[in-house]
């Protein structure tokens, strides 16, 4: 069976190596953006990927590119709900708009991107998604109240999908990442970075493709007796 896979917000970092990893596994891969019309040209060329630009916080926008995805590539068999963003403050200072934001891309677009796609995937009896969270939605962090709450939604998220939708041949995992090399963690001050890797046991950020070689295994049809649960790729930062 050919899989396609659909990866949001997989035109740059963590994302694109997703995309390049399900690439070499054998999928035909759709990504979405959102800002970025460059790099996702670049990926387009790069990887061999399909580009699609739509938010992924807006549920109308994620309906109509679920659809036309599927009209270019056919009926997707596997979803990568990656896309994401922060808006770091203290809770005291945070306005509504940066936790509304962060909110509904990062937790609102899991309904968003699954709703579209899961009664296709329950029809066929088959499908694999897997969502993105981080490890500060599983132990917390400072200054990221709204993304460790959005993030640790995700978790509950998966499980409950997981359950609904085993027995329909679809398995819902979880990736938690630690901290890795991207240019997110490129705007750090230097000290700032030397204290995370201080706090990671292996001694070093994670790269992207630590991540990406999760999410293929995951997205594999061998995979099919794993559901519900999360994978931490975070080099011992957090034991859960």
């Given at each position: 069976?050919?899989?396609i896979?659909l ?5 740059r ?9 399900l690439r ?5 891969v759709a990504?979405?953006y959102?800002?970025?019309a ?6 387009r ?16 926008a994620?309906?109509q ?6 009209e270019?590539?056919g ?6 709900n ?5 808006a770091?403050?203290m809770?005291?200072?945070?306005s509504a708009a940066?936790?509304e934001?962060?909110?509904r891309t990062?937790?609102g ?22 969502n ?8 917390g ?11 640790a939604?995700?978790?509950?998220f ?6 609904e939708n085993?027995?329909?041949g679809?398995?819902?995992n979880?990736i ?5 090399d ?5 705007e ?5 970075l030397?204290?995370?890797?201080a706090?990671?046991p292996v001694g ?9 070689r999760?999410?293929?295994f995951?997205a ?5 007796f794993i ?9 011992g930062?957090?034991?859960?």
């Open positions: 069976m050919e899989q896979a990866v949001t917000g997989g035109t970092g963590l994302g694109a190596a997703i995309s390049a990893a070499a596994a054998g999928c035909r990504a979405t959102h800002h970025d460059q790099a996702a040209e670049q990926a060329h790069s990887l061999g990927i399909a580009v699609f630009p739509w938010d992924v916080a807006d549920a109308g994620c309906e590119g679920v659809a036309t995805v599927q270019a590539l009926p997707v068999t596997v979803l990568v990656n896309a994401g963003i922060t770091d403050a809770f005291h200072k945070m940066q936790w934001d962060v909110l990062n937790l677009s899991m309904f968003n991107m699954t709703r579209p796609l899961i009664g296709g995937m329950r029809e066929r009896g088959y499908g694999r998604i897997i993105i969270s981080s490890v500060n939605g599983r132990k962090q400072v200054g990221q109240t709204n993304y460790a709450a959005a993030k939604g995700i978790l509950g998966t499980r409950s999908l997981a359950l085993a027995r329909h679809i398995t819902v979880a938690a990442p630690g901290y890795c991207t240019a997110m963690l490129a750090l001050r230097p000290e700032r030397q204290t995370i890797v706090g990671i070093r950020l994670g790269v992207p493709e630590d991540v990406a999760m999410v293929a995951l594999a049809p061998e995979a099919g559901t519900g649960a999360t994978f931490d790729v975070n080099g930062q957090y034991l859960g």
